[in-house]
């Protein structure tokens, strides 16, 4: 039994070109700078990105780390959303490993933070306080409905930022998501920002990888900050291949999970038992809650496995499907089969 598997977009495989491109690399040692698919990579997603320079980092985790500790010190503070992926799910590395303290702010259901939080949340010059030192931002954001961020709002906070002193990194992980959704280019989405990081194994099938995008003084900083985190990567190139492909060949297509996800959600919606409402899906991830009294997300997870169908519970109530790139529209059909038979059951 093929298994449909829509847990998260990380799950893909790589695509045959990749593979193909991984055999063929011209690597060399890429702490010396010598990797010439790292450097062909790294211009790549400095050019789509407008930026001057760009750091290839072995996870969006690394990739997030290693800009908060380039732009802050220690004791120093950092403003971002309470729902974001870095406060959630990233161990609070930026408080363990850069001394770097988190000041959360509410994220709305849309992914945006208000600028009159952010505002309030800078400190005032005091011995007592931490020293706000940066603005982070997520695009698109993961636990707010995969939600996209416009041009306008990432100016309004990217003008403020410069306005008050701070620095504004963008989590990007799904950026490109964010940019087909929208109908714009990446560049036009990150213009404000001083830091971008992005996936390549986030919907782009890419087996690993992440890149960070700043000025060139930036990308120097951050790329002490990966060797001293155990980044330091030699003959990468091999991965670096996949990347290149995934920019080239994966982007485009990624309106196809955003169809399929809104599919997904419209199917869902109509399902007896389960709450969705489909507008809220505006790229490749559908969240959907359990209304049915005594019903559990943990056993309709398992119910569905049975089925050949994962999801992701989160919680007892709320679950979560990604469409991604091994996901089809027939995919999608027998999905809703599966969650429709196994409702009747739960």
Known sequence: MRMIDLRSDTITEPTTAMRKAMYNAEIGDDVFGEDPTVNRLEEMSAKLTGKEAALFVASGTMANLVSELAHCGRGDEMILGDQSHIFYYEQGGCAALGGIHPRTVPN????????????HAIREENVHFPVSRLIVLENTHNRCNG??????????????ARETGLKLHVDGARIFNAAQALNVSVEELVVPADSVAFCLSKGLCAPAGSLVCGTEDFI??????RKVVGGGMRQVGILAACGVVALNEMVERLHEDHENAHKLALGISGIKGLELDPSSVKTNIVFFDISKDGADAGLLVEMLEKEGV???ALGSKSLRAVTHYKIGPKDIETTLKAISRAMVKL
Request: proline fraction near 6%; aromatic fraction near 6%; charged fraction near 40%.
């Open 108 to 119: 709305q259901a849309d992914g945006k933070i208000r600028i009159e939080d952010l505002d």
């Open 147 to 160: 939600s996209p961020l416009g041009p306008s709002y990432m100016k309004k906070v990217g003008d403020f």
């Open 220 to 225: 120097r900083r951050a790329r002490r900050c």
């Open 310 to 312: 994962r999801v992701l």
